[in-house]
C-alpha cells in the first residue's frame, strides 16, 4: 500500500512565522499535491509538482511555496504564516500512469495560526 | 475555475436505511470522476474512478453511476451502517495534468 506521510498532526504558529509543512511518500509517484481544506469549501489545490523540482500553481498559491528536491519529499511552505492560513492542509500523491488512478491522502496536518 | 457541485451537504439517515448523493459538474472537458470517502482523524480514501458514460462501479454496499452527458454522478449506499459516517468527496479531472477539482462533499452520518 502506498503509504503518504505528513510530518506533523497539529502545528500551532504565530503570525509572521516561517512554517514548512512536510510530506513523504514511498511509492516513487511522479505526482505530488498540496491541498487545504475549509468549512464549507471543497479541497483547493495550492500546488503541485510532476517530478523533482518542478513546480506548478494550484487555484490558491497566494502566500505559499513549494520545494521538491526529491522525488519521495514536497514541502509546503508559508513565508509570513497569518490567520488566514489558519487550515488543514493534505499532501497526496499519484503516479503518472495515466489520470485514472487515484489520489493517495496524507492524514492531513490541521495548523493553526495565532 | 471548474464547479464541481455536491448535494446534500450533509445527511442524517438511520441504520438500515438506503442513501444517495450527487455530484454535477461541467460536461464538457470531462476526463474522469473520483469518489473519496473521508472519516474523522483519517485519510480520504479512494471508492471508485469513473470515465465512461454509462459507467457503474460497485464496492460491497456502495456504488456509483456516471452520466458525462448531462455531467452528475450518483453514490448509492445500501443498508447504511454507522461505520459509513465520512463525508463523501467527488473530483472532476480534466485530463489537464492530472489536476483534480474538487466539491464541497456530503456529510453523511448513520446512526443505531
Same mark, same amino acid.
Given at each position: 500500500?502506498?503509504?503518504?506521510?505528513?510530518?506533523?498532526?497539529?502545528?500551532?504558529?504565530?503570525? #509572521?512565522e516561517?512554517?514548512?509543512?512536510?510530506?513523504?511518500?514511498?511509492?516513487?509517484?511522479?505526482?505530488?499535491?498540496?491541498?487545504?481544506?475549509?468549512?464549507?469549501?471543497?479541497?483547493?489545490?495550492?500546488?503541485?509538482?510532476?517530478?523533482?523540482?518542478?513546480?506548478?500553481? #494550484?487555484?490558491?498559491?497566494? #502566500?505559499?511555496?513549494v520545494s521538491?528536491?526529491k522525488?519521495?519529499?514536497?514541502?509546503?511552505?508559508?513565508?509570513?504564516?497569518?490567520?488566514?492560513?489558519?487550515?488543514?492542509?493534505?499532501?497526496?500523491?499519484?503516479?503518472?500512469?495515466?489520470?485514472?488512478?487515484?489520489?493517495?491522502?496524507?492524514?492531513?496536518?490541521?495548523?493553526?495560526?495565532? | 475555475?471548474?464547479?464541481?457541485?455536491?448535494?446534500?451537504?450533509?445527511?442524517?439517515?438511520?441504520?438500515?436505511?438506503?442513501?444517495?448523493?450527487?455530484?454535477?459538474f461541467?460536461?464538457?472537458?470531462?476526463?474522469?470522476?473520483?469518489?473519496?470517502?473521508?472519516?474523522?482523524?483519517?485519510?480520504?480514501?479512494?471508492?471508485?474512478?469513473?470515465?465512461?458514460?454509462?459507467?457503474?462501479?460497485?464496492?460491497?454496499?456502495?456504488?456509483?453511476?456516471?452520466?458525462?452527458?448531462?455531467?452528475?454522478?450518483?453514490?448509492?449506499?445500501?443498508?447504511?451502517?454507522?461505520?459509513?459516517?465520512?463525508?463523501?468527496?467527488?473530483?472532476?479531472?480534466?485530463?489537464?495534468?492530472?489536476?483534480?477539482?474538487?466539491?464541497?462533499?456530503?456529510?453523511?452520518?448513520?446512526?443505531?
Amino acid at each position: 500500500d502506498v503509504k503518504v506521510t505528513q510530518s506533523s498532526r497539529y502545528l500551532v504558529k504565530r503570525t #509572521g512565522e516561517k512554517v514548512f509543512l512536510e510530506c513523504v511518500q514511498d511509492m516513487d509517484h511522479e505526482n505530488m499535491f498540496w491541498y487545504r481544506q475549509d468549512p464549507g469549501l471543497g479541497l483547493r489545490l495550492i500546488y503541485f509538482s510532476y517530478d523533482v523540482k518542478m513546480k506548478e500553481k #494550484g487555484d490558491i498559491p497566494e #502566500g505559499y511555496s513549494v520545494s521538491r528536491e526529491k522525488k519521495e519529499r514536497f514541502s509546503l511552505i508559508l513565508e509570513s504564516a497569518s490567520t488566514n492560513q489558519t487550515s488543514m492542509y493534505l499532501c497526496a500523491s499519484l503516479p503518472s500512469t495515466g489520470n485514472n488512478s487515484p489520489l493517495h491522502f496524507g492524514n492531513g496536518t490541521r495548523l493553526t495560526v495565532t | 475555475i471548474l464547479n464541481v457541485e455536491q448535494s446534500p451537504q450533509s445527511l442524517h439517515v438511520q441504520e438500515g436505511d438506503s442513501t444517495n448523493f450527487t455530484c454535477s459538474f461541467p460536461s464538457s472537458n470531462f476526463y474522469a470522476l473520483h469518489w473519496y470517502r473521508w472519516e474523522t482523524a483519517k485519510s480520504p480514501e479512494a471508492l471508485f474512478v469513473m470515465t465512461l458514460n454509462g459507467d457503474e462501479k460497485k464496492k460491497g454496499r456502495i456504488s456509483a453511476t456516471l452520466n458525462t452527458k448531462e455531467g452528475y454522478s450518483y453514490l448509492y449506499i445500501k443498508g447504511s451502517q454507522p461505520e459509513d459516517s465520512a463525508t463523501y468527496l467527488c473530483a472532476i479531472n480534466t485530463g489537464t495534468a492530472s489536476k483534480l477539482t474538487f466539491g464541497t462533499g456530503t456529510r453523511l452520518q448513520v446512526t443505531l
